[in-house]
Nanobody
Framework: QVQLVESGGGLVQAGGSLRLSCTASGRTFSSYAMGWFRQAPGKEREFVARITWSGGNTYYADSVKGRFTISRDYAENTMYLQMNSLKPEDTAVYYC????????????WGRGTQVTVSS
């Protein structure tokens, strides 16, 4: 069983920056990809970004492209999300998850970290 723990959320003014972390622990960690998702109040959870664990290939939602950067530290089993030029509409609980294989769904969700962007 893999456990994921997110951190780094907080309150920031519009235009500011935050860096989220997601650390994996538990059994020997091996995954095809990891991803960030978010859920705003009253809305469904949506995809933000993902990165393949070995090759570091990245993919972003259009809403965050050019503002957010996903990265990973292979040795530390940690994934990051650098969020710049934050907007009020980025306010949400941010979750990380793993995708064990290219043909599987994302799972092993963390508990999330709250990001609040004030206008």
């Amino acid at each position: 069983q893999v456990q994921l723990v997110e951190s780094g959320g907080g309150l920031v003014q519009a235009g500011g920056s935050l860096r989220l972390s997601c650390t994996a622990s538990g059994r020997t960690f091996s995954s095809y990809a990891m991803g960030w998702f978010r859920q705003a109040p009253g809305k469904e959870r949506e995809f933000v970004a993902r990165i393949t664990w070995s090759g570091g290939n990245t993919y972003y939602a259009d809403s965050v492209k050019g503002r957010f950067t996903i990265s990973r530290d292979y040795a530390e089993n940690t994934m990051y999300l650098q969020m710049n030029s934050l907007k009020p509409e980025d306010t949400a609980v941010y979750y990380c998850a793993i995708r064990p294989t290219p043909w599987s769904e994302f799972g092993s969700w963390g508990r999330g970290t709250q990001v609040t962007v004030s206008s």
